[in-house]
């Protein structure tokens, strides 16, 4: 499991927990002038890489049915500057309300999101020596300046493994995750597993004070959390598995057993456990709003690392095979739904065949398994912006499923999607998670998952 969480952590600092939020305005059926008019929804925009700048950038609308592409800028030809970072290396260039026309020297003839994506990266290589190039148009007046960007390097042909701009990347997001608190929130232990992930002993002490933290000698666990429970194990399983750490195994155990009794007759969990049956036995069905596989499979990996970490209790087995049978069930057929559903269509959707791959990839024993859903994590580079709720699970499950493939699988993952990683890496080393929710957008303020969204 180390070998998998540390695989792509790095994008995970955009990736942490959830909040509701009015939808954003409908943005217009074709590409405005921005020249000519910038009247949009500056509430929908986009992180532009380590420039210092945000800008808005013309994205056709997902709907639930448009799911085999979700949220794409592909019709964008221009980009209006939003906001400029004080002491960003955009600082003293751009100003607000200027438009972008282009990119490395040529003007946007493709999707303006990704080209200046590429640009970027080409930027940041050593022999460009950070110099950024832009077509900038300006109160009807249209020229070239420059940026001056940090040299990054180049992702080798195995990032992000053997790589060392992956590492750099990686090892600077964590120095501002390290100075994050860790919290009771169910997505603070995602933090932890980044911090634990880089192997730094600067770390430990921090990590270990907040295992602890959650591991009272007198923890007490009533009905089911599903999110909570799920993610504070994965970390203290993780955590014990590095260190040894005897203290927090009593929280294992109840963790790990509490699960496995919440699980429901189908291997599935909702936002809460499952109901008793009819004669007051464990394992009934999921309360009235259903089984949500993307809390469920944390929860059910969560089971799968307790037994890793000794955990041995009658419940155990069973549970595991119970969550192996149900979600085995869609390999050949499609993605991971919902619930209990009909196969989802596309290779992704929320992350959650990311998720099962890293399921069955912890057994061991699972090799179909992980072989398929694998295959269908590193195939969804395209569909990482789409999901129920947003992208946020997607972008932090994404890569770690391709890397159940072996490293070639996430070599081929990175290699698609790195330009978008690039793009939401800000100049401080800290990621932005730019929303994008399905039903509303692009939004960068509480409709999305929390996190840094600008400057």
């Keep these: 499991m180390k070998k998998v969480v540390s695989t792509l952590l790095f994008v995970i600092a955009a990736t942490l927990a959830m909040a509701g939020g009015a939808p954003a305005a409908e943005p217009p059926l074709a590409p405005p002038d921005l020249t000519q008019s910038n009247k949009v929804d500056r509430a929908s925009t986009y992180n532009l890489g380590a420039t210092g700048l945000r800008g808005w950038i013309y994205t056709r609308p997902a709907t639930y049915l448009d799911s085999a592409q979700g949220r794409t800028t592909a019709a964008s030809r221009q980009i209006l500057v939003t906001h400029v970072g004080a002491k960003s290396p955009a600082d003293g ?32 290589k050593e022999a460009s020596g950070g110099i950024l190039t832009l077509t900038r ?164 990996l969560a089971i799968v690392m307790g037994k890793k970490c000794g955990v041995n209790h009658p419940e155990i087995d069973p549970a595991i095979e119970r969550a192996s049978k149900f979600f085995g069930y869609y390999v050949d057929k499609g ?17 959650k065949n990311a998720m099962t791959a890293v399921m069955f990839a912890i057994q061991g024993d699972r090799a179909r398994e992980t072989q398929f859903f694998a295959k269908m994590a590193t195939a969804a580079y395209q569909n990482r912006e789409f999901g129920h709720t947003g992208q946020g699970f997607s972008y932090l499950w994404g890569a770690l499923g391709a890397n159940a493939g072996g490293p070639d699988a996430a070599a081929a993952f990175v290699k698609e999607a790195s330009w978008h990683f690039d793009l939401v890496r800000r100049c401080d080393g800290s990621f932005t998670y730019d929303g994008g929710e399905q039903y509303g957008a692009g939004r960068t303020d509480d409709n999305t998952y929390y996190g840094k969204s600008g400057y």
């Design 137 to 300: 148009w300006r109160s009807g007046k249209t020229e070239e300046v420059q940026l001056k960007l940090r040299v990054m390097g180049t992702y080798s042909d195995t990032a992000p493994y053997h790589c060392p701009k992956s590492k750099r990347i990686f090892d600077e997001a964590c120095k501002v995750l390290g100075k994050e608190p860790l919290g009771g929130d169910w997505c603070d232990p995602v933090n932890g597993l980044a911090l634990l992930a880089t192997g730094n002993p600067e770390y430990l002490p921090k990590v270990q004070a907040y295992a602890r933290s959650m591991a009272p000698k007198e923890l007490h666990l009533q009905g089911c959390d599903t999110w909570g429970w799920g993610y504070k194990n994965l970390f203290l399983c993780e955590y014990y598995s590095l260190t040894g750490d005897k203290e927090v195994l009593p929280a294992i155990q109840k963790y790990t057993v509490a699960l496995a009794k919440s699980q429901s007759m189908y291997g599935t969990f909702g936002h809460g456990g499952a109901e008793p049956t009819a004669d007051g036995q464990l394992h009934g069905s999921i309360p009235a709003y259903g089984p949500v596989n993307a809390a469920g499979l944390i929860a059910n």
């Design 93 to 124: 260039v751009m100003k607000v309300d200027d438009v972008i026309l282009g990119a490395g020297g040529k003007l946007f003839a493709d999707d303006a999101r990704k080209s200046i994506a590429v640009a970027i990266q080409e930027a940041e």
């Design 335 to 351: 993605a991971i739904p919902y619930g209990e559903h009909m196969p989802w269509p596309y290779h992704e959707n929320n992350g």
